[in-house]
């Protein structure tokens, strides 16, 4: 049997989203930047398990030790991106 079922082209498409999935991303992309503003704003006031994330995002699993602070990395990063608000 192939993919889709009995019919040839029977069923959903490979990769197509249903109605609730393009919704969730549709929001998700009007709302992004103030989550991210939130997220780090959470961070900075010492929630852990967001700072994590971030950082996990950020800076992916390192192959070298690396001798920074995390202030130090924020500071240079507001300076290249500027002041957002954050």
């Not at 009007?30 to 971030?54: D, F, H, W």
């Amino acid at each position: 049997m192939a993919h889709g079922g009995k019919r040839e082209n029977a069923g959903r498409k490979k990769g197509s989203m249903n109605e609730e999935t393009k919704e969730a991303l549709q929001l998700l992309k009007e709302t992004r930047l103030p989550l991210m503003k939130k997220a780090i704003s959470l961070a900075m006031a010492g929630n852990v398990p967001i700072l994590q994330k971030l950082l996990d995002k950020i800076a992916p699993t390192l192959t070298e030790n690396v001798n920074f602070t995390f202030e130090d990395w924020l500071k240079k990063k507001h300076e290249e991106l500027g002041d957002y608000g954050i």
